[in-house]
């Protein structure tokens, strides 16, 4: 296995686990961010982003063709870098413990790494295959 794929199904990985977790147990995902899992209007935005998330993971595993996987790359880097931005936007202005948006800045920051790895040819000229 290449770093190109085993970045690609880490990302895969972590997008399914934290997708489910936010689309069947939102009010555990809230109480991991330190957030109130009694507001119903949390829930509902963790289950939107839930349902998102587990797309974003499925493509990674399923989709074949080479184009389709590059283009769901190119488009998880900008989501998870938005996802970095807004968290980390969020405990600057104390919406979200500091504590947590770090921890949310971080993981999205690392996705956006894994996004970056697992492209094809986008930044580095292909190795031997």
Do not use: W
Not at 69 to 76: D, I, K, P
Request: one cysteine or more.
């Amino acid at each position: 296995m290449d770093g190109h794929t085993l970045a690609r199904q880490s990302l895969a990985v972590i997008r399914l686990v934290n997708g489910v977790t936010a689309l069947l147990a939102p009010r555990v995902m809230a109480r991991r961010l330190g957030a109130d899992a009694t507001q119903p209007a949390l829930v509902y935005a963790l289950r939107m982003f839930g349902v998102r998330t587990v797309v974003l993971g499925a493509e990674l595993l399923f989709l074949k063709d080479e184009r389709e996987l590059e283009r769901a790359l190119r488009v998880g880097t900008f989501i998870h870098a938005s996802d970095a931005v807004s968290a980390a936007c969020a405990g600057r202005e104390g919406t979200l413990p500091r504590g947590m948006a770090t921890a949310a800045t971080a993981i999205s920051t690392v996705n956006v790494a894994l996004t970056l790895l697992a492209q094809r040819g986008s930044c580095c000229p292909p190795g031997p295959r």
